[in-house]
């Protein structure tokens, strides 16, 4: 079949973003064709600042250098005679300003934004520019050595980035504005007047509430005059007063424009051939003026021209930082609310402090934060996703280190050196990640995750590193969205998998796939395991466990160390053990010459260092003493940790032991979406550390306290108090009803920690504590536990399956 | 001594599950014979360039290994990591007929089995 032609018009950072996002999904669908303005490849537009302070240069900005359009096919236009001046629609064809055609199928509009030009007397004088592209910053490069007065006309984010960069090529420069606030569109009164007063101690001079009237000078630009007849020396003008879409092609072209080129969800215009994104576009009244909305934009405009269509683009919130070194500086959302809106204000005009967030139904509407921008992504986060903040209102001004967060919280990443360790896992410095964001053009976390492993592994730094990126990229850094991808296989993110798997009745991996348009028919080590969960979850009785879908630890029933040998855990319900439990232990030890042995923290004995071919007896051995499996390997039930209680402890006030075992009895071998543990202690004092667990129970003499998604890893997170009850069969029901909502409901991987963080703790309760509906996950999760109680020891311990331990050829011996 | 080249025969190749590998014991490490989905067979060195993972206990995906340990991603073909991460494991020519599976190893290996 022929290919489709995609013209696309705009060689800028939509346009290309969409080719990328286009070729990941079709890449054989079209052939494609870039018309471009500038002499160049496709750099990042967000980073010409940093270069005009010379932080950066030009190179370090590439996004896509011009091989990449060889190496992918596609035919880049730029240059002379290259400038799309027409669409024929009618015929389907751009034409070039040296008039030649190319037809297309599809079009794609990426023209981006102008620079408003003031048109005053004098603004065609010399000297006199917008700050936009890599020809402006060369022009305000050379008159830095050249001249010496700048005037800078309009003190919003581009204006002030200009005008820092101008004097720190050594001019003097004065900035004007219209109103009496600066960024106004970005900040409040109060964090305003902080910059201001930071920039004016670093040598800018400002005109505040000042109009200009007219540009004076012969040939090149020499005096700046006010309207009340204020004369500023100038050699060099920049206006920064505003982008406007680009849409004159559109326009001509009788495509329905408004403020900018007109949209719907899916990014295409009235125009059914004819998609646009970016800054050109109007998508629901808005046209953004930001890059981080043109990554969401991307991908759905990529979703329908590789024909998937089924991605819809929302519209985006957008936030805000100067990329002024030394500055700190966030602005995102509402920021001046209304009268329904609350505020919560912390100022300390000392320490240069400022911080100003807006809630609306105890949910974040939006941030000022000037000084200690520390925590910007996280109210950004919490913003996004629409997280009610009513339980961590109180310390919420102080930031995600004061919501026992332990981690990484309260590390401010701006005055970190380049060679601090960022991410402890993989070894990456603050300075390989900056470094690799720059030079590689990375946007997101995923980008950063790629190429540096930060925050791969364990995901400590995750934090660290989006402040990493908000710092370098400043305002227009991607964050990721609320609605993530299940993985790189597929658009649908966790919750449509999840309801698709349910609402289509599909039963296998393969199922699952095909209906939802896997772009890998295999999938990947992220997907597999995640779609066998929640097929287990969703058909307990049916669906048949896919062995090869499952991380290696749960395939071999072992945790898989360093050296590819396993370690071995017994389960110890509730940690009681008898004489002849460790005789039984210490016998397979010796058998098998287990080289080292180790008590776990969740009061089970762990066996390192057992070869592969040897597990198949290791388990034999054990589930003859009458051992099951302790999934201590597994994204599942793992412990259920207790104190002694009150047949021993004189502070016990009940069995916490004997409910710790039946906990255990009831829970044993339930797959979950990640690792849980329970606790019971028997008093207060909370000797099992209940209130770091995921589902602790804290005896009392009254009855029992219940308490969920505690963490004592790798964010040190307590428990939130779910409820109180009197007796032992409620705290099983909810235990069971608890786990299966957290099964059913979080995403893989996802641990109960972040997923109430997530989802709240509020809605959690509602559910538990509506009888007939704790019930029903109580009978759900005892009917899938039918089939979970299996020993997979046992199981294996003979025929085929133990066949799979074994080499399939031995050479050596 | 130029070492020549022998097929040696592995097993069936319904021993190997699809999306699943086998070891072979060998002199000089472990060798994993890896079966896809459409029951191509691969053989690599069971060696992850990274940190020596045992790449036949990690997950199959179409004609690509995912490392059990730090998650690389091989080429089963080529033995070459994904990019952006970079290395190479070795790989050994493979063919399956009549549903048995062969590889060519040294000769001198196979002296060892003898």
Not at chain 1, 106 to 123: D, H
Not at chain 1, 187 to 194: E, P, R, S
Not at chain 1, 526 to 538: F, T
Not at chain 2, 73 to 89: I, N, Q, R, S, Y
Request: net charge negative; aromatic share 8%; proline share 3%.
């Amino acid at each position: 079949m022929k290919k489709q032609k995609l013209v696309i018009i705009g060689n800028g950072m939509a346009g290309m973003r969409t080719i990328e996002e286009l070729l990941d999904r079709a890449p054989d669908l079209y052939d494609i064709t870039v018309f471009g303005d500038e002499p160049y490849g496709n750099y990042n537009r967000i980073l010409l600042s940093p270069v005009l302070a010379g932080e950066k240069t030009v190179d370090e900005i590439m996004l896509n250098d011009e091989s990449w359009y060889s190496d992918n096919d596609i035919t880049l236009r730029h240059g002379e005679g290259k400038r799309v001046v027409e669409i024929r629609r009618n015929r389907k064809v751009v034409i070039t300003n040296d008039g030649s055609e190319e037809p297309y199928d599809r079009l794609l509009i990426a023209t981006g934004s102008k620079p408003f030009m003031l048109p005053l007397p004098g603004a065609d004088l010399q000297g006199v520019i917008a700050f936009r592209d890599i020809k402006d910053v060369d022009t305000m490069l050379a008159a830095s050595k050249k001249y010496k007065s700048a005037v800078v006309i309009g003190g919003g984010l581009l204006g002030l980035e200009a005008a820092n960069g101008l004097m720190k090529n050594g001019m003097s420069v004065t900035v004007i504005h219209l109103l009496d606030s600066l960024m106004e569109m970005q900040l409040d009164d109060a964090a305003a007047d902080m910059l201001k007063k930071s920039l004016i101690e670093r040598g800018l001079k400002f005109e505040m509430k000042a109009s200009t009237k007219e540009l004076i000078g012969k040939k090149r630009v020499e005096t700046v005059l006010l309207d009340d007849g204020t004369r500023l020396d100038a050699d060099l003008v920049v206006m920064a007063v505003g982008i406007r879409p680009n849409i004159e092609l559109a326009q001509k072209a009788g495509i329905h424009c408004e403020r900018g080129i007109v949209v719907d969800d899916t990014m295409l215009t009235f125009d059914p051939s004819v998609h646009a994104v970016g800054e050109c576009a109007q998508h629901r009244g808005i046209a953004y003026g930001l890059v981080a909305p043109l990554f969401e934009q991307a991908k759905v405009c990529a979703n329908h021209l590789a024909q998937k269509a089924f991605a819809t683009y929302k519209g985006s919130t957008t936030s805000t930082k100067l990329k002024v070194t030394g500055i700190n500086l966030f602005s995102a959302g509402d920021f001046k609310g209304n009268e329904d809106c609350e505020e919560i204000v912390l100022e300390d005009k000392k320490a240069g402090i400022y911080k100003k967030i807006i809630l609306q139904d105890d949910k974040i509407k939006g941030a000022v934060l000037y000084g200690d921008t520390i925590d910007g992504a996280w109210y950004f986060q919490l913003m996004r996703e629409e997280s009610d903040v009513s339980e961590i209102r109180r310390t919420l001004m102080f930031g995600q280190s004061h919501v026992g967060d332990s981690g990484t919280g309260g590390i401010d990443i701006m005055s970190m050196s380049d060679d601090m360790e960022i991410c402890g896992c993989n070894g990456v410095s603050k300075g390989d990640i900056s470094y690799a964001i720059s030079s590689k053009g990375l946007f997101t976390l995923d980008d950063v995750r790629a190429h540096t492993k930060a925050s791969s592994s364990c995901g400590t730094c995750t934090g660290l590193v989006e402040q990493i990126l908000m710092a370098t990229l400043g305002s227009d850094y991607s964050a990721s969205p609320s609605e993530k991808a299940l993985c790189k296989c597929t658009e649908h993110s966790h919750d449509r998998v999840r309801s698709a798997i349910t609402s289509n009745e599909l039963k296998t991996i393969p199922d699952v796939m095909k209906f939802l348009d896997w772009k890998n028919p295999d999938g990947c080590a992220s997907c597999r395991p995640a779609l066998n969960y929640y097929l287990l979850c969703a058909w307990p009785m049916e669906y048949k466990d896919d062995g090869q879908s499952r991380f290696i630890n749960e395939r071999a029933h072992g945790n898989i160390q360093k050296d590819g040998t396993y370690s071995v855990v017994p389960r110890m319900f509730g940690g009681l053990c008898t004489a002849d439990d460790l005789r039984a232990i210490a016998d397979v030890s010796d058998r098998y010459s287990v080289p080292e042995m180790k008590v776990t923290g969740g009061q089970r004995i762990d066996l390192f260092g057992v070869k592969k071919e040897d597990l198949p007896d290791v388990w034999s051995d054990l589930s003859e003493a009458g051992f099951v499996s302790g999934h201590a390997y597994g994204k599942a039930m793992r412990t259920c940790k207790t104190c002694a209680g009150a047949n021993w402890c004189r502070f016990g006030t009940k069995d916490s032991t004997g409910l710790g075992v039946k906990i255990e009895e009831l829970s044993w071998g339930s797959w979950m979406p990640h690792k849980f543990k329970f606790a019971v202690s028997g008093c207060p004092r909370n000797c099992a550390e209940a209130t770091i667990k995921d589902f602790g129970v804290v005896c009392v003499d009254s009855g029992y306290e219940l308490h969920v998604g505690g963490n004592g890893g790798i964010k040190v997170r307590v428990t939130d108090f779910m409820t109180k009850v009197e007796t032992e069969e409620e705290v099983l029901e909810w235990a069971g009803a608890f786990c299966q909502h957290y099964r059913e409901d979080a995403h893989y991987l996802e641990r109960t920690a972040p997923w109430i963080e997530r989802i709240g703790l509020a809605p959690i309760k509602e559910k538990l504590e509506d009888d007939k509906v704790r019930k029903e996950l109580y009978e759900r999760f005892i009917i899938s536990q039918k089939a979970a109680q299996i020993d997979p020891w046992k199981a294996r311990t003979s025929g085929k399956l133990k066949k799979e331990f074994m080499p399939i050829k031995d050479l050596v011996s | 001594m130029t070492k020549t080249k022998n097929w040696v025969e592995i097993g069936p190749l319904k021993d190997i599950q699809p999306k699943g590998a086998r070891i072979i014991k060998h002199v000089d490490g472990d060798i994993a014979v890896f079966r896809t989905s459409d029951d191509k067979v691969f053989a690599l060195d069971n060696k992850c360039p990274h940190k020596g993972g045992p790449l036949s206990e990690g997950i199959v995906h179409g004609c690509r290994i995912t490392c059990p340990l730090h998650n690389w991603v091989l080429e089963l073909e080529t033995g070459l990591a994904v990019a952006p991460d970079e290395g190479k494991a070795k790989t050994w020519p493979v063919k399956v007929e009549d549903d048995i599976v062969y590889v060519e190893l040294d000769d001198d290996v196979v002296m060892v089995e003898g």
